[in-house]
């Protein structure tokens, strides 16, 4: 991480809105305001929002600027208006919206230049602006989210990610037993939810090596798997026959062959490739199945953050350099996951491979503040979606920027959806005389 916050600013802020004007100038001014799903907003809203957003925090809060367009502040706001109504909203159409990001950009910069990035937490280390390059960051995920959702001619490329191999490496780790520093005080950008460092205790326990891959997935499906009310949760079971759910989204069984649609190809399920597009219950019910479970929020964090050679935890699996294209796979720079074994460089100290990047990952646990917990800046980022009806991620996928992306970032979804970049790894208790320390 780099010591000048306003270098560092202004190079997040300028990758997140690179990456925007490519999720939106790959398509026609149809595809931008189409719905592609009902689960997802236009895109054309994704942008203004983003714009919006950006020109409230740090035109308005931290320049103490007059508003721009105070007149379609409710219409970009994400809690007034759920997803499937947004297209009904007065939009600003493409080109509008657009300028009106710009604008709002090059009024930022002047902010950015002028302010003193010291004094109090919205200004100090530059977080307000960390803050909105993280926003639009996961819109832009989610943006490319509605990108695979999408039908239609080839709009995204990117080359393939790095191979990677599992030869060699033992299936499962084991992961001492004892207390840890799980979240962080010390971390300038972490937002509210990854906040305050507190000391947890976990026992021993194994942890896969890799994400469950494709190939493994498919043999939870050729043993009748989403058959079997054995191994779901009985809201899960509910879930799949209700809705005639038989594999990972995106898949289907044909000519003998699963294949699957990925931004508009279709191919071949890679057997070697982490499996993708799978709900919180498909996740559980594998890992019943598997004789495992999904492994706790906190179990996941010792994982990839604890040294047992120094007892501290870092910010990352590798340590507390920022990512490189050699520790994983990140930014929207492959357009999916690395196949199980990729990125040795970013393996933890125990040996776990691909904790950060690739897939979204599934825990056990519900979405629940820290202990010491405080909102900050505003209590609809993390707080009102606190409790048991939302499940955390871990980890970040191929479609996160790193800036979104660290070993104490929570992500969090209702355990239904699909859509989003998910897999999953398993884990089982150690027995009693293995793993302390």
Excluded at 225 to 247: K, L, M, N, V
Excluded at 288 to 305: D, I, N, S, V
Aim: net charge negative.
């Amino acid at each position: 991480m780099t010591g000048d916050p306003r270098g560092r600013a202004l190079a997040a802020l300028t990758t997140a809105r690179e990456r925007t004007a490519l999720l939106t100038g790959c398509v026609d001014d149809g595809e931008l305001t189409a719905q592609h799903s009902p689960l997802m907003s236009p895109l054309v809203w994704d942008l203004a929002h983003i714009g919006n957003q950006e020109e409230q925090w740090l035109l308005r809060t931290v320049g103490g600027g007059p508003a721009l367009r105070p007149e379609i502040d409710s219409v970009y706001d994400a809690f007034e208006h759920p997803r499937a109504s947004r297209p009904s909203l007065p939009l600003l159409p493409p080109a509008e919206a657009r300028a009106y990001a710009l604008e709002v950009r090059g009024r930022v910069l002047d902010v950015l230049d002028r302010t003193a990035l010291e004094g109090g937490p919205l200004t100090a280390s530059g977080f307000a602006f960390g803050m909105i390059a993280q926003h639009e960051q996961q819109h832009d995920e989610t943006m490319l989210i509605t990108h695979q959702l999408r039908r239609g001619p080839v709009a995204l490329t990117a080359p393939e990610p790095p191979r990677g191999s599992t030869a060699g490496l033992p299936a499962e780790v084991l992961v001492p037993g004892g207390p840890f520093t799980m979240g962080t005080s010390a971390e300038p950008w972490a937002l509210d939810n990854e906040r305050p460092a507190h000391h947890r205790t976990v026992a021993a326990f194994h942890l896969d090596t890799t994400p469950v891959t494709c190939g493994a997935y498919l043999a939870f499906l050729a043993d009748g798997g989403y058959r079997d009310p054995r191994w779901w949760a009985p809201e899960g079971f509910a879930q799949i026959q209700r809705h005639s759910i038989t594999a990972p989204l995106f898949w289907r069984h044909e000519g003998g062959q699963w294949l699957r649609r990925r931004f508009g190809v279709t191919e071949p399920v890679p057997l070697d490739e982490p499996v993708l597009h799978v709900s919180w219950y498909e996740a559980d019910a594998y890992a019943r199945w598997a004789g495992r479970r999904l492994p706790t929020e906190q179990e996941w964090e010792k994982a990839a953050r604890f040294d047992p050679a120094s007892g501290r935890s870092r910010r990352y699996p590798w340590g507390d350099a920022d990512p490189t294209p050699d520790h994983a796979n990140l930014g929207q720079r492959h357009l999916r996951p690395a196949p199980a074994g990729s990125y040795p460089a970013g393996a933890s100290p125990l040996g776990v491979r691909q904790l950060i990047g690739d897939v979204w990952e599934w825990t056990a646990s519900d979405f629940l503040p820290y202990p010491g917990f405080a909102a900050f800046p505003y209590r609809e980022y993390s707080e009102v979606f606190f409790g048991s009806a939302h499940k955390v991620l871990r980890g970040g996928s191929f479609g996160v920027d790193p800036v979104a992306c660290r070993g104490t970032f929570r992500n969090w979804d209702l355990p239904v959806r699909r859509q989003i970049f998910s897999g999953f790894r398993t884990a089982r208790d150690a027995a009693p005389d293995e793993g302390t320390g």
